[in-house]
């Protein structure tokens, strides 16, 4: 019993969490207080899943990708893109209000998302491209796009129902969390429910035994791409209606790094063959817990790539079966001081 | 047959940079001159020499993300010790490039010894040398030592009204020492082995683990000594120095032919690499009109053209092996 839990996949994410949570919860008392105002609720949990929510989509786009044995560079140049397009269209509608204008933008932007995943998961199957470089392209020559759409500038956008994607609340909880739920359930229904969830496990650990075995390998590689795409292209919407503008410079930057970040701390190796979305989900929100952590402490902000490095690290020391094997031994030999004498004697 | 294959995707480089640079001068008047070709080897050579130690990362099979924050640290660091602590530049040049190497060395060891993706170890050595330029500090240090300014304003003069700076010749060197090196010795040919099958090498009985490590603490060295370069272009360390610029270097590696699975590529082919940047980048400031991103756009699509290239021509030769 006490061995399942340990080999649990959630076991070591879940625990870095608690462990996060509950020095913030020694640090400051009321860090896991949540109150009720104007029908609002407020909290530094609440925050935390606000604005991790951005990352938490293009992480669970970014861990079907790595299910694959794929990964996605260009996530964060989409992220750039869509919000970038979105602005754009609404700043030059005459009522930036309008329902109708809002739902074009942002059926737009997410079909040009789609369009990109969809040219990356081309060049992947069809060009027969290693994912790293295949999607290389598309993130240097995406920001240069997304600076293209937004003129090298900042766009800002006054529009009331735009800004309810990413800043307004439903149910007294932001409206943010309610999207990354949807597309987490739809996610996890479409894995787990259906054989699509397989077909991805057994593309990612050998394509060419499952396309023999009857597994369209190039359509499911397609699909998640696509679906990936698709998820940065919201995280964009968040992101932009979040802050009522695009920034075709700086928006989504880096955001690749912290969704692989995500995926593999959540468990998901990048060998492929196996993934878990809700490990993902708790790996984004260590990230975020971990930055407002920072902030909260008062380290200057610019330490956290500091951290951020050494947790990567750790994260994936304890991965690597060539490290815990070496610990072992050496562990092993402490408790057996004789160990050289006799290993002499034998040979 | 006249010409090996294996050249061609570095004659493309070559002939595409030729092209350019004719259609440049074509196009604007004043682009054809001796300086503003010696001036694509001034503004880049700090990406030439990073280019070169991406180069034997990627011919051995991996890839190092950590270019970029190794030189802002190197910058910083730099900055910090001569301007701050007066220390004099005789000891802190040698100092940051073993500091450079030093790092390159650790991910490597990790990388080898622990068996984790080159992709994630290099992440985070980005984050932390990053991270450590701002524990540095996190405003601009300018440099006004003697030493530093000296350098940075020495021009060489060549024929022709032309000139070139210290850094260039540094560069120089550089790219010639790792023609030699990838070529003429034992270490450059296990680099190409090990991008070619590492478990073939192994049973070779080549020196993998010690490759392996070399390739990035080779590539360390010449981050921290781009990093040097671009202190003495920048005359001042600052944690957001060279942002973005491992994806620059990639990009130049791969526009010159080398195939980013590993063991097939030329130094030659990055030097022209990162001059195609530099005359993309020229073009467009002549033009005037353009906007600083078509760069990005552009070199989107030439590493998109090259890829397929190298797609096209491997994929020629898989069939005519079965054949």
Redesign the interface.
Known sequence: MKNQLFKHHLFWPVTMLAALLLFNLIYSPDFFKIVLREGHLYGSLIDILNFGAPLILVAIGMTLVIATKG?DLSVGSIVAISGAVACMMISKGADQSSLSLVLTAIAAALGLSLVLGLWNGFLVTG????P???T??????????A??VT??QIITVSSDTYEYIGTGSLATLPFSIFVVAFMLIIASLLTRRTALGLFIESVGSNPKASLLSGVRSSVVILAVYIFCGLCAGIAGLLLSSNVSSAD?NNAGLWYE?DA??AV?IGGTS?NGGRFYLMGTVIGALIIQTLTTTIYMIGV?P?????????V??AV??VQ????RQ?LVRRWKTRHYPGEKEVVRRAS | MLLNRKYVPVLVTFALFALMFIAGSFRYTGFFSLQVLMNLLVDNSFLIITAVGMTFVILSGGIDLSVGSVIALTTMVSASLVQNLGWPPVVVIPLVLVMGSVFGYIMGAIIHYFKIQPFIVTLAGMFLARGLCYVISINTITIDNAFYTKVAQTKIPLPGNSFISISVLIALIVVAAAIYIAHYTRFGRTVYALGGSEQSALLMGLPVAQTKIMVYTLSGFCSALAGVVFTFYMLSGYGLHAVGLELDTIAAVVIGGTLLTGGVGFIAGTFFGVLIQGVIQTIISFEGTLSSWWTKIVIGLLLFVFILLQRVLSARKATTIKA
Request: hydrophobic share 65%; net charge neutral.
């Open positions: 990964i060009a027969g491209i290693q790293i470089i295949a290389l392209i598309l993130m240097v020559a995406g920001r240069g796009i600076q293209l003129s090298g075709g790094l692989i970040l593999v990048l200057p610019e330490i956290t790539l500091v951290v951020k490095a050494f990567v690290l994936c020391l690597s079966e060539a490290f070496s």
